[in-house]
T-cell receptor
Framework: DQQVKQNSPSLSVQEGRISILNCDYTNSMFDYFLWYKKYPAEGPTFLISISSIKDKNEDGRFTVFLNKSAKHLSLHIVPSQPGDSAVYFCAASRALTGANSKLTFGKGITLSVRP | GAGVSQSPSNKVTEKGKDVELRCDPISGHTALYWYRQSLGQGLEFLIYFQGNSAPDKSGLPSDRFSAERTGGSVSTLTIQRTQQEDSAVYLC????????????FGPGTRLTVT
């Protein structure tokens, strides 16, 4: 039973355009949602997060939107740059610290930004 | 400063052998997590350590898997009698706790069971 779903395995966008990465979840107990970025042969690195009490969080070129009623979140990257090419994982947890801080991940989406 | 380190980076073992995977978390981080990523899958939680508290082992897939964290620092994940389905990248993450919740991941150990 996959609780965090990233239904598109890959996305290709032109440099300078917007990248929109989608994620759906099924567990209503999740309170925190995070995006991680992963380059080959490296561990994932934290990108941005959002609490379930918010619907938007912005950090530079990265914005995460949360639609709690639809159990859907999306990561927007504007403008996209070739260095953004990586695998992006959506993750969720019930808490940020303590026993419920373990992350449940989606399968990831490979983003390719064409120069 | 130094990040999370894991060793070995690659491990090939024969089915039925035992393996030990090591994680050195960032100094001072109280929380430590093990995850694994099988081919084509997302990261799957295995085990969580927090300070001196009893670990959360709810993600371990079978009793062949065990983990220790000595002195609140280094952790070892042991897989006994390895099976081919254990082949995966095993990732360790640590977190400072308190107000900083970010999990910092190591580069992982790629385990191949032949």
């Amino acid at each position: 039973d996959q609780q965090v779903k990233q239904n598109s395995p890959s996305l290709s966008v032109q440099e300078g355009r917007i990248s929109i990465l989608n994620c759906d979840y099924t567990n209503s107990m999740f309170d925190y949602f995070l995006w991680y970025k992963k380059y080959p042969a490296e561990g994932p690195t934290f990108l941005i997060s959002i609490s379930s009490i918010k619907d938007k969080n912005e950090d530079g070129r990265f914005t995460v939107f949360l639609n709690k009623s639809a159990k859907h979140l999306s990561l927007h990257i504007v403008p996209s740059q070739p260095g953004d090419s990586a695998v992006y994982f959506c993750a969720a947890s019930r808490a940020l610290t303590g026993a419920n801080s373990k992350l449940t991940f989606g399968k990831g989406i490979t983003l390719s930004v064409r120069p | 400063g130094a990040g999370v380190s894991q060793s070995p980076s690659n491990k090939v073992t024969e089915k039925g052998k035992d393996v030990e995977l090591r994680c050195d978390p960032i100094s001072g981080h109280t929380a430590l997590y093990w995850y694994r990523q099988s081919l084509g899958q997302g990261l799957e939680f295995l085990i969580y350590f927090q300070g001196n508290s009893a670990p959360d082992k709810s993600g371990l897939p079978s009793d062949r898997f065990s983990a220790e964290r000595t002195g609140g620092s280094v952790s070892t994940l042991t897989i006994q009698r390895t099976q081919q389905e254990d082949s995966a990248v095993y990732l360790c993450a640590s977190s400072p706790g308190g107000g900083d919740y970010e999990q910092y991941f190591g580069p992982g150990t790629r385990l191949t069971v032949t």
